[in-house]
């Protein structure tokens, strides 16, 4: 293997890696947050989408590179060489190493995509889960503020009862309180539809992860059986070769 080859084979075992560990499930989206939002990641963050286009840029051209390497060497069909073992089998390594490059470069490149959805998501998801938690604790505050509001009010007026204050009947207070009242049950509604909303926000981004989640899986286990042919191609090859 060439060492440019070498070089992306290497980039795609390090992103391989790195699928399986965004795909690890004991680590939760908020600890990803905080690592994705360290200072040592966000400096490499600065330059990362310069370096992000590069890549995809080196890898597309190595991949069509290998394409064409492919279809150079596809010509045991077209030309008759039964009188040359020995160009055949020479024709057909060079057929099986431009497979295995075309195979190495477009998974690279599929996976080098698939990071950076990974990453986007599971910030989304952290994102979501925190507005989530903080909506919630909103909500709550204000349910509390308002029934110990309301239990204040009856104390009050139960001790201008005792003092022989007259209290006006709950169908005739003063418009003050009962315009208080609403308008904390209002923001109490509109607190629970926001949580709500962001509640099927973080549902929908949460299956989004498991589908890319379930992506990678496969696109390991599809890897791993390519893996295994070329290793029993290498092996028919050597006992040829012998």
Avoid at 176 to 201: F, R, S, Y
Wanted: hydrophobic share 45%.
């Amino acid at each position: 293997m060439s060492l440019q080859w070498t070089a992306v084979a290497t980039f795609l075992y390090a992103e391989v890696f790195f699928v399986l560990l965004l795909c690890i499930p004991f680590i939760s989206p908020k600890r990803w947050n905080r690592i994705f939002k360290s200072r040592l990641v966000q400096t490499i963050a600065l330059y990362g989408n310069t370096w992000f286009m590069v890549a995809i840029a080196i890898l597309v051209f190595l991949l069509i590179d290998a394409f064409r390497e492919v279809r150079k060497y596809s010509v045991t069909e077209k030309v008759d060489l039964t009188n040359n073992p020995t160009a055949i089998e020479h024709i057909h390594m060079k057929l099986f190493r431009a497979q295995r490059n075309e195979y190495i470069a477009g998974f690279a490149l599929l996976l080098c995509l698939l990071l950076r959805r990974l990453a986007t998501l599971l910030s989304q998801q952290a994102s979501l889960m925190a507005s989530n938690e903080a909506f919630k604790k909103q909500a709550e505050g204000a349910s509390t503020a308002a029934k110990k509001y309301m239990e204040d009010n009856e104390l009050l007026q139960e001790k201008l009862r005792d003092a022989g204050v007259e209290v006006p009947e709950a169908g005739k207070k003063g418009a003050g309180p009962q315009e208080e009242n609403k308008n904390l049950k209002e923001e109490v509604k509109t607190l629970k539809e926001e949580l709500d909303t962001t509640k099927k926000a973080l549902q929908k981004s949460d299956s989004d992860v498991r589908a890319m989640k379930k992506q990678a899986e496969n696109l390991t286990v599809e890897y791993d059986r390519l893996l295994e042919e070329h290793s029993k191609l290498l092996a028919s090859s050597d006992k040829k070769s012998d």
